[in-house]
Structures are given as C-alpha cells and as structure tokens.
C-alpha cells in the first residue's frame, strides 16, 4: 500500500507525514566460541548469521560483562539471552559447570506473567539440556516443586521473586547456587515506584545468590530505554555495557500525526468541539482492513477497545459480510489458548484488525504487521516507538498513526511535531533509596538472612539510616552478628511492587462476598468512597460502604447510567529546598515536601452526555504523606504588574493543569502518577507558587526529572496553551481530568502571560 495514496482522503486530518528511509542489515558470522550444537538449533530455525548487534552483545556477554540491549523492536534481541542461556546451561550438562559442582540455572523476569508464558512457549523446543519452566500465581503445588527441584530455566516475574522465591530462598538452594544468568525483559517498564521495588528485589536476589556461591551475569533488554547504560546500573546496581547500534535489517516507515476535525457547525464557536477520535480510528481501521492491510489499534480502556471494534465492524459490514470475524477486540486477562487463537488468526490473515488496550504489548507476541494506530499519544515517546515498532517487521514496510485526544499533551504534538520524531526517548526515571520503598525491602533482606555492615553498600547510601528507623521500631533486633528480623510476619508482604504505598482496600461485593478488586490506599477515597460508581471489568458497582480502617469496601453490581467523580482539597507544604535556580526575580525549586489531600464530595455526571447532575458532600479525614515535589515562584510584585489580582489565581492553576500534561514528554511518567497545587500566596514561599509534586509516598524521580528539564518543559507548556484554537480553555490546554476543585478558577490567557514572564528570565542555555 502507498500511504499517501491511502491517507489523501484523510489530507484534512494529517498535521504531519513524513516516510524514514529503510535500513539495509549489518550481518555478522556467529562467534567462533558458540557451540556447534547450539548453532544448530537456531540453524533450523533459518537463523544462519547474526544481526551486528546480536553478535556484539553475545562477545560482550561471553567476556562476562553484564550487558543491556536497546535495539528496536523485532530486532532478535531474544536470541542473544537465549544462545548465552543455552551455552551456559550446556556446560552444566557436560560437567564442565561454571559454579564448580552446581548446575548452571538461568532466571527469566517479565513484568507479567503473561508475557513470561508467551517467552516460554518461544523457546527452542526438543533441546535435550533444558529444562524450563513458568512460575507464577496460577502455578499448582506440584508444578512449582518441580520448577525447584528440576528446572534449570525458570521464567518468572518480579512480584514471584519478592513474594516466594526470595522468602523461601532455601527451598530454592540448588538454583540460586547455580544461577549463571539472569534475564531481564521489557526493562523499560521499570520505572517510577514499581522500578524503585524492582531495583531493590534485584539487589535481594544478588545478596542471596552471593550466600549460595553464585554471581550472576544480568542481561537487559528494551527496545525503547533512553540512557540505557545508566538506567540499567541503576536497576542492578552494577556496571553495564550498552549495545545500541541496530544492525536489523528495517523497510521504510512512514508516520502520520492525525487530529480529528471539528465537528460540522461548530466551527465557529468560541470553544471548538473535535469529532470523538474513537470514532475516527474505528473509521480508519475499517479502511484499513478494507485495503487487506493487517491493523493494530492501540487504545487505552478496554470499553474503548470493544467501541472501536464496534465501530469498525458497522463502518465495513456493508462491503463485507465477515466483518463480524475480521476485527477482534483484545484484553488483558486473556486465557493462553485464546492469545494463541489471535496470534494465529493474524499470522493466517483470518484476523485483519486488533484493537486493543496496553495489555497486548506485555501478552503476545504480534509481529508482521503493516499498520499500527494508537488513539492517544501513549504517555513517553519510548512507548510510542514501542508500538510504531510492531509494523513494518522482517524488512517490509509500516506505516504508524498517531490519533490526537483532547489532551494537552497531543495538542502539543500534533502541532510540534519534533518534540517526540527528532527527540531522544525519555529517561527512566525511579529512585532505589526512596525509605518508602527501602524500608520494607531491608525488612524482607533481613527475614531472609541477617542483614550486616556489609550490606549496607550493596541496598545504597540510605541502608544504615533505614536499618536504624526498623531498629528503633521494633522490626530490626542487633545482635554481634547483624540484624535480625523480629516479627513472625512475613516481612516481603510490607511491600507491593505495583502499589503507591499502604495497604490495599478490598473490594467485597455485598451479596456474595466475593473480592471485586483491590485498590490502593493512596486512591481509595477518591476511588470507592460511599456511592461511588466503581468500573471492574466492564461492570457497574456502586459502593455501598466505604471504611477505611477496616480497609474494605462493600458494593453491589448495578446498571447506571451516571458516573462519579471525586473533589477535595489538596496543600503542599516545603520540608526542605535541595536545590534553587534563580530566573532574574523568579525561584526554580525542587525538593522534599508534606502532601495533605481531603475528598470533601463528589460529581455525578450523566456517561452520555456528560451533564452535570450535582454533587454530594463527603466526611472523610485528611490523609497526608511525605514526597517530593518542583515549584516556581514569582513575586507579588511582578504578578500585580502583570495581571489584575481577580485572575491571578485562574492564570497559576491553569499554568499548573497544562505543566501537569506535559511533564510526560520529558520524564517516565503518567499525569496520573503527580499532582500539583497552586496558589496565589504561599506561606512557605511568601510568593505566588505553582507545585508539580510525585505523586507517591517519598517521590518517584519525576518531580526531580522536570526540575533538570525545567525551561523546556515549561517553554513546551507554555507553546501548547497559546497555540491552543480554544477560547477560554479546553482539555487540549489548561482542562484537566483529574482536578479535584472542578477546574474552577482557570483563565488560559493569564497561564500564557505568567508562563512568559517567567521564562524570559530563564538562562538561554538552562536545561
């Protein structure tokens, strides 16, 4: 297919096309020290020489260096572990293991247990010396015995390795005293709090290995990891070699940023009204599939996933009466018979379009296709390449679109283009000496083996201060030898990887008792307070009681047609400044901060239209915790020069919303992992102050990350704002989702005014 031939009924949407040259392969012979039965196997396989970078990275693996791979999608980087896992497990076989009598074993980690299911089905089959197997929460008591006692490859994730595999290290003795490698898939997704856990169970597993006899090589791989040599020596904690150069053979590949058009009659108001970009990519995907171009659709709820598919099917039931069964919709949770059927269904050409939410890219394996859409930029231009990446595959050409929402940050996008084509992917960004996260790992580390001075170095520069607070509480007892864990509580149960901190609330539907769900207690109260329209699944519950100290939640399934939405109060306060930069009379700040939050009530709104249709009032207590957090200042004598005192307030909470929206683009981050807060005249401040705050118990590394990118995270809000076609502010600018005083006041121009005084004082080579 020509895109542009395909893509000129669509000219009045495109913002921007450009086509990306194909790239012939760099092949290299297969090393010299590779077996000649392991060559076999992959010979069979077709695979007859290597891809420069696979061949580089196997060297630098063979030498012992740990090594992390950050090549595009497709570009085999499964082969590299797989050669390196095979050989090293091959040895032990014959005798000659690397760990003297110990069997060689590897270690596989994904971050879900799905994609750890798909990678196991992948391996080479009929290899005589490997013995894998999957260990996860759907495994029975005899298959994880097995896995202990026979397996040499095990394919895991990181909530297994903290939970199980570590607590009961000694159950698994004969593999940690023989691992030789350990495989760390899809690296990219450890980021914010959940990169903060996984970096601390990795240094964990390092510690118990280490007492078994065993020092595994650490081998990465991320098709869009920025910085990859330090985002990895961060997550181990050991140095790395980066393999970056592609040497894969690519097609053309062509991109397309889309924005819906305004809504017919409506082009003259004051605030424009875009046509649903739903609608749009189940119009386009129906075209797609009309032109036997096999589709993948990126969209970011599952209800979305099934309105596309929907949509898609009506627009080409006219032409074609299989419709029906040639547009699927794909979720998570999916059995693996049934990730099968989608795999083969597209391989065979049975299923032209997929629409699906973020769950597909840690699911199945889909490669070969020609087009892929996303409805929203997808949060971090790694994630975007990520998915533009599964077209075009095996040298054919691939064409990527880029639908805009009425978000902040596709307005920017689809209007600056550069910003994510002719940009580096975005930084991972987790901090390992969070005490919120450190904390609860010291604790499991010293329930596993007693914690010594020697480990302070390896848990980072805050153990010793974390193992004094666990003393001083009571959990951590001093003996001659080191600390020991006092409890009888399993200490690995304090931490949940995927958690924001505290414990989680259950919720129990009333009639049955059955657990709904479970959400995070730093969401809770604006997530399941009483009456509140809880989505699981698809299905509708209402809470029916909320209590908090009980750390439940009781609901009945109901069929509504409203949904709700939690207001409170939200107020920072400074702990402490690590770092200041002045813009002539402004303050760039970042450092320690107290978060207070109080839901007070909640909207409810009509789902079809969105009508307002009032509100409740709400008693809940305040709830506050400790984070980190970036503010400006101004001072009151500038703003008063600058805007009358009525719309101050308006103009900083608008600059507030649009920062929130963009900090994506600069940091590892969702605009639904910070907060912020604005106002006029702050008391630690004494200026009018705009906070942007991590929104997690001790920070995450976002705020930080925004404060080293300052002036260009700020010129880039600023840009989006002005440009914005609005009027008084819309979603695509200063509106935001997730506000918690209605959006209420906001005034776009007065954002544009205090964002441009503000930068006129920034250095011209400030970062």
Request: aromatic share 6%; net charge negative.
């Amino acid at each position: 297919m020509d895109p542009l031939a395909f893509l000129a009924e669509f000219e009045d949407r495109i913002t921007h096309f450009e086509q990306r040259d194909p790239q012939p392969g760099v092949v290299e012979p297969w090393p010299e020290w590779v077996s000649a039965r392991v060559r076999e196997i992959f010979e069979r396989q077709g695979i007859h020489s290597l891809w420069g970078h696979q061949a580089e990275a196997l060297n630098l693996l063979h030498s012992g260096q740990n090594v992390v791979v950050a090549t595009g999608t497709s570009s085999g980087k499964s082969l590299i572990y797989q050669v390196h896992a095979l050989e090293a497990l091959a040895a032990g076989r014959t005798g000659s293991a690397l760990h003297g009598h110990r069997r060689p074993t590897v270690l596989y980690l994904s971050p879900t247990k799905a994609l750890a299911a798909d990678q196991w089905s992948r391996l080479p089959k009929n290899v005589p010396w490997l013995r894998a197997a999957t260990v996860d929460g759907d495994n029975t008591a005899e298959e994880r015995q097995w896995a202990r006692d026979h397996a040499n490859l095990v394919l895991a994730n990181p909530d297994v390795l903290h939970h199980s595999m570590l607590p009961r290290h000694r159950n698994w003795s004969r593999f940690l005293s023989g691992l030789t490698l350990v495989i760390i898939d899809e690296a990219h997704h450890y980021r914010g709090v959940f990169g903060s856990h996984v970096s601390q169970v990795l240094r964990r597993l390092r510690r118990l290995c280490a007492e078994y006899g065993a020092a595994p090589l650490f081998v990465l791989s991320s098709a869009t990891m920025a910085e990859p040599e330090q985002s990895a020596r961060n997550l181990i904690g050991l140095d790395v070699a980066a393999v970056t150069d592609d040497g894969s053979e690519r097609g053309a590949f062509s991109i397309t940023f889309w924005q819906p058009p305004v809504l017919p009659g409506l082009s003259g108001q004051e605030n424009q009204v875009r046509r649903s970009p739903m609608r749009e990519a189940g119009d386009l995907l129906a075209s797609l599939v009309a032109a036997k171009q096999q589709t993948l659709v990126f969209v970011n709820s599952r209800a979305g996933a099934e309105r596309i598919a929907r949509l898609a099917r009506e627009h080409l039931s006219d032409t074609h009466p299989d419709a029906e069964t040639l547009i699927a919709a794909y979720r998570g949770g999916y059995l693996p018979e049934e990730r099968r059927d989608l795999e083969e269904g597209l391989r065979t050409g049975r299923i032209r379009g997929v629409v699906s939410t973020s769950a597909l890219e840690l699911g199945i394996d889909v490669s070969g296709l020609d087009v892929v859409v996303t409805v929203g930029f997808p949060g971090t231009r790694a994630a975007m390449w990520q998915r533009f990446g599964r077209a075009g595959r095996s040298g054919a050409d691939g064409l990527g679109i880029l639908i805009a929402r009425d978000e902040p940050l596709d307005a920017h996008i689809v209007e600056h283009p550069e910003s994510v084509l002719s940009a580096p992917t975005e930084a991972i960004v987790f901090d390992p000496n969070n005490p919120y996260v450190l904390g609860p790992h010291l604790a499991a580390a010293a329930q596993e083996i007693p914690i010594t001075e020697a480990d302070f170095g390896l848990f980072g520069p805050r153990a010793r201060e974390g193992v004094k607070a666990l003393t001083a509480a009571g959990l951590l007892r001093a003996r001659s030898n080191g600390w020991y864990w006092t409890s009888p509580e399993r200490a690995s149960d304090l931490a949940d990887l995927r958690s924001s901190g505290g414990h989680e609330i259950q919720i129990v539907e009333f009639d049955t008792g059955r657990v709904v769900g479970t959400v995070d207690a730093g969401s809770a109260d604006r997530d399941v307070h009483t009456d509140a329209v809880y989505v699981h699944r698809g299905e509708d519950f209402v809470i029916t009681d909320y209590q908090p100290q009980d750390r439940i939640a009781f609901a009945r399934k109901a069929e509504v047609s409203h949904s709700t939405q939690a207001h409170g109060d939200t107020s920072i306060s400074v702990i402490h400044e690590n770092e200041q930069r002045l813009w002539a009379d402004a303050t760039i700040s970042w450092g320690p901060v107290k978060v207070t939050n109080q839901i007070t009530g909640f909207d409810v709104h009509d789902r079809e239209s969105g009508r307002s249709l009032g509100e409740q009032p709400l008693d809940l207590a305040k709830r506050s915790y400790d984070s980190v957090a970036v503010w400006w200042t101004l001072p009151a004598i500038e703003v008063s020069q600058l805007l009358e005192e009525s719309r101050v307030a308006g103009a900083a909470h608008a600059a507030e919303h649009a920062a929130i929206g963009l900090l994506p683009l600069f940091a590892e981050c969702d605009r639904w992992d910070i907060g912020g807060v604005s106002t006029t005249h702050h008391p630690d401040t004494g200026r009018l102050t705009v906070f942007v705050h991590d929104g997690y118990p001790g920070g995450a590394g976002f705020s930080e990350r925004g404060f080293a990118v300052m002036r260009s995270w700020l010129q880039a809000t600023l840009e989006t704002i002005r440009d914005c076609e609005c009027f008084d502010g819309c979603p695509r600018c200063v509106v935001s989702p997730k506000c918690g005083n209605r959006n209420e006041p906001l005034d776009k121009d007065g954002a544009v005014v205090l964002l441009t005084a503000l930068l006129a004082g920034a250095p011209a080579q400030s970062t």
